[in-house]
C-alpha cells in the first residue's frame, strides 16, 4: 500500500496539513535513529514511496515531545533496553490512526478518543499504523518514581474531565511562540500535578469495589491471553468462567471497544510480531493462523490487510530490524534524540 501526505488531513481537528504540524520528512534510518535510546526498529514500511515518516519535535526545559505521522512499523523496547537508566514516562494522543502496546502487565491498542501515560522504563512492544498525533516525556523522578517503581499503563477518555485537562496540557506545550518575547501558556507544573494526580488515583484503589473490579479486570486478560490460539474463546465462554453478566464484562472492556474487539485485536498483533520475529516461509502463514486463533488462512489476511494495508506474506519486505543511522552531527535536528540520550547517559533530569 502506498501512503500519501496528504493522508495528514485525517485529522479531526486543529492544523490539516504537515505544513500547518511543521513536520519533516524523516527517512526510516532517522526514524529509528531518534528513537534508538528508547526502542529498537523493527520492520517498517513507510509512510509514502519516498521511504520518510513525519516528525517535529521539541524540548521545553526538563520535558520533550513531538508531533508525528507514520505508516506500519513495530517497536521493540527489549530487557536490553530496558537495563539502562532512561526512565520516562510518555503521555500520548493520537488524532488518527492507532498503536497497539504490549506491557507485561498490560496490552492495548490506543485509538482516537482516548489519551494514554504509559511508562517507557517497562519492556515492551509497540505496533503503529498510520499514526497521527502527539507524544509528550517526562522524567519519572519528576513525578517522584524510583527506578523500581512500575506504573501500569492508563488509558483516559478525551472526553473526560481528566483527558480535557490533559490535552489541553499538551495543546499548550505544542503551541508555537509567534513573537519574540511572547511567553507560553505552558506550566509544567501543572501538567506534573495533573499526572501526578491521575497515576495515584489509578495506583491506589479507593475502596474494595474498585480493587476488586481491577483484580477480575487482570484475570480475564491473563486468561484470554493463555488461550487467544482456541477458535472456542468467546465472550459467552468467558462470562461463564468467571460467573459475569455480559453487561458487565463488556463495561470492563469498554475502553477496548469490548471484549471481542480486544480478543481480535490481541490475535492480530501477536501474529504479526510472531511474523516479525520468525520470519515468512513456506507454510509459515498458515502455521500462525493456527497458533493464534484464526479459523483460516483467508480470515489472517483478511485481518492483516483491513489494518496494515496488506496482506501478511507482503508486510515484512525490508530487514527485520531497521539500522539507525548516525546523527549524532546533527543532533540540533533532532531535540529529542538529545533528550533521550542525556537521560539514558546521565540518568539526571534534563535542564
Given at each position: 500500500?502506498?501512503m500519501?501526505?496528504?493522508?495528514?488531513?485525517?485529522?479531526?481537528h486543529?492544523?490539516?496539513?504537515?505544513?500547518?504540524?511543521?513536520?519533516?520528512p524523516?527517512s526510516?534510518?532517522?526514524?529509528?535513529?531518534v528513537?534508538s535510546?528508547?526502542?529498537?526498529?523493527?520492520a517498517?514500511?513507510?509512510?509514502?514511496?519516498?521511504?520518510?515518516?513525519?516528525?517535529?519535535?521539541?524540548?521545553?526545559?526538563?520535558?520533550?515531545?513531538?508531533?508525528?505521522?507514520?505508516?506500519?512499523q513495530?517497536?521493540?523496547?527489549?530487557?536490553?533496553?530496558?537495563?539502562?537508566?532512561?526512565?520516562?514516562?510518555?503521555?500520548?494522543?493520537?488524532?488518527?490512526?492507532?498503536?497497539?502496546m504490549?506491557?507485561?502487565c498490560?496490552?492495548?491498542?490506543?485509538?482516537?478518543?482516548?489519551?494514554t501515560?504509559?511508562?517507557?522504563a517497562?519492556p515492551?512492544?509497540?505496533?503503529?499504523?498510520?499514526?497521527?498525533?502527539?507524544i509528550?516525556?517526562?522524567?519519572?523522578?519528576?513525578?517522584?518514581?524510583?527506578?523500581?517503581?512500575?506504573?501500569?499503563?492508563?488509558?483516559?477518555?478525551?472526553?473526560?474531565?481528566?483527558?480535557?485537562?490533559?490535552?489541553?496540557?499538551?495543546?499548550?506545550?505544542?503551541e508555537?511562540?509567534?513573537?519574540?518575547g511572547?511567553?507560553?501558556?505552558?506550566?509544567?507544573?501543572t501538567?506534573l500535578h495533573?499526572?501526578?494526580?491521575?497515576?495515584?488515583?489509578?495506583?491506589?484503589?479507593?475502596?474494595?469495589?474498585?480493587e476488586?473490579?481491577?483484580?477480575?479486570?487482570?484475570?480475564?486478560?491473563?486468561?484470554?491471553?493463555?488461550?487467544?490460539?482456541?477458535?472456542?474463546?468467546?465472550?459467552?465462554?468467558?462470562?461463564?468462567?468467571?460467573?459475569?453478566?455480559?453487561a458487565?464484562?463488556?463495561?470492563?472492556?469498554?475502553?477496548?471497544?469490548?471484549?471481542r474487539r480486544?480478543?481480535q485485536?490481541?490475535?492480530?498483533y501477536?501474529?504479526?510480531w510472531?511474523?516479525?520475529?520468525?520470519?515468512?516461509?513456506?507454510?509459515?502463514l498458515?502455521?500462525?493462523?493456527?497458533?493464534?486463533?484464526?479459523?483460516?488462512?483467508?480470515?489472517?489476511?483478511?485481518a492483516?490487510?483491513?489494518?496494515?494495508?496488506?496482506?501478511?506474506?507482503?508486510?515484512f519486505?525490508?530487514?527485520?530490524?531497521i539500522?539507525?543511522?548516525?546523527?549524532?552531527?546533527?543532533?540540533?535536528?533532532?531535540?529529542?534524540?538529545?533528550?533521550?540520550?542525556?537521560?539514558?547517559?546521565?540518568?539526571?533530569?534534563?535542564?
Open positions: 500500500m502506498v500519501q501526505t496528504n493522508a495528514l488531513t485525517s485529522l479531526s486543529g492544523p490539516q496539513t504537515d505544513t500547518d504540524w511543521r513536520l519533516a524523516l526510516i534510518a532517522d526514524w529509528a535513529a528513537w535510546p528508547i526502542v529498537d526498529m523493527h517498517l514500511h513507510p509512510r509514502n514511496e519516498d521511504g520518510t515518516s513525519f516528525w517535529g519535535g521539541r524540548v521545553q526545559g526538563r520535558l520533550a515531545g513531538a508531533k508525528f505521522a507514520t505508516g506500519s513495530l517497536a521493540q523496547r527489549s530487557q536490553r533496553l530496558a537495563s539502562t537508566p532512561n526512565g520516562a514516562l510518555a503521555i500520548q494522543f493520537l488524532s488518527a490512526g492507532s498503536i497497539a504490549d506491557f507485561e498490560r496490552s492495548f491498542v490506543q485509538r482516537p478518543g482516548h489519551i501515560i504509559v511508562d517507557l517497562q515492551f512492544r509497540a505496533s503503529h499504523q498510520d499514526a497521527v498525533g502527539e509528550m516525556f517526562m522524567p519519572r523522578e519528576l513525578l517522584g518514581f524510583s527506578q523500581s517503581d512500575r506504573i501500569d499503563p492508563v488509558l483516559i477518555p478525551i472526553d473526560s474531565v481528566q483527558g480535557v485537562m490533559l490535552a489541553t496540557e499538551l495543546h499548550h506545550f505544542f508555537p511562540v509567534e513573537h519574540v511572547e511567553e507560553s501558556d505552558f506550566d509544567p507544573n501538567l495533573l499526572t501526578n494526580s491521575i497515576l495515584s488515583s489509578h495506583r491506589h484503589a479507593s475502596s474494595d469495589r474498585v476488586w473490579w481491577r483484580a477480575r479486570n487482570r484475570l480475564i486478560r491473563d486468561y484470554i491471553e493463555e488461550n487467544l490460539g482456541d477458535l472456542s474463546l468467546l465472550p459467552a465462554r468467558i462470562c461463564d468462567q468467571f460467573n459475569l453478566s455480559r458487565t464484562l463488556y463495561r470492563m472492556f469498554e475502553v477496548d471497544g469490548g471484549v480486544y480478543i485485536d490481541r490475535r492480530l501477536a501474529a504479526v510472531d511474523l516479525a520475529e520468525g520470519g515468512i516461509h513456506r507454510g509459515r498458515t502455521e500462525v493462523a493456527e497458533k493464534w486463533g484464526f479459523s483460516s488462512n483467508a480470515n489472517f489476511n483478511r492483516v490487510k483491513t489494518v496494515f494495508g496488506m496482506p501478511p506474506g507482503a508486510l519486505r525490508g530487514p527485520a530490524l539500522i539507525p543511522s548516525r546523527i549524532d552531527q546533527k543532533q540540533s535536528e533532532f531535540p529529542v534524540y538529545a533528550w533521550f540520550s542525556q537521560l539514558q547517559d546521565q540518568n539526571v533530569l534534563i535542564y
